[in-house]
């Protein structure tokens, strides 16, 4: 059973910076495409960043210039590097993994950019 535990998030005043990360679980991370998506109420879950195995990146013009995703296949470890946050950045923050065969979510860490 493949898992995806997000972890880093909590409550953090605008301005300032916050690091996720997504342990995998089983032997699928290194030939996985790694997401970060993030969902605020009322609102439709939306990509924020994302990672190929060979450590492509891609992100959301809203965050551009502001977060890093970066992964660790040692460590089975995504990371999200989150700076500047602002109070529109508040969402439950999730961690995705997709490969031909699967398609896998975390639970979701949330995340609160409020003074």
């Known amino acids: 059973q493949v898992q995806l535990v997000e972890s880093g998030g909590g409550l953090v005043q605008p301005g300032g910076s916050l690091r996720l990360s997504c342990a995998a679980s089983?032997?699928?991370?290194?030939?996985?495409?790694m997401g970060w998506y993030r969902q605020a109420p009322g609102k439709q879950r939306e990509r924020v960043a994302s990672?190929?195995?060979?450590?492509?990146?891609n992100y959301a013009d809203f965050v551009k210039g502001r977060f890093t995703i970066s992964r660790d296949n040692a460590e089975n470890t995504v990371y999200l590097q989150m700076n500047s946050l602002k109070p529109e950045d508040t969402a439950v923050y999730y961690c995705?993994?997709?490969?031909?065969?699967?398609?896998?979510w975390g639970q979701g860490t949330q995340v609160t950019v409020s003074s």
């Open positions: 995705r993994a997709i490969a031909v065969e699967y398609d896998y």
């Open positions: 990672i190929n195995s060979y450590g492509r990146t």
């Open positions: 089983g032997s699928i991370f290194s030939n996985s495409f």
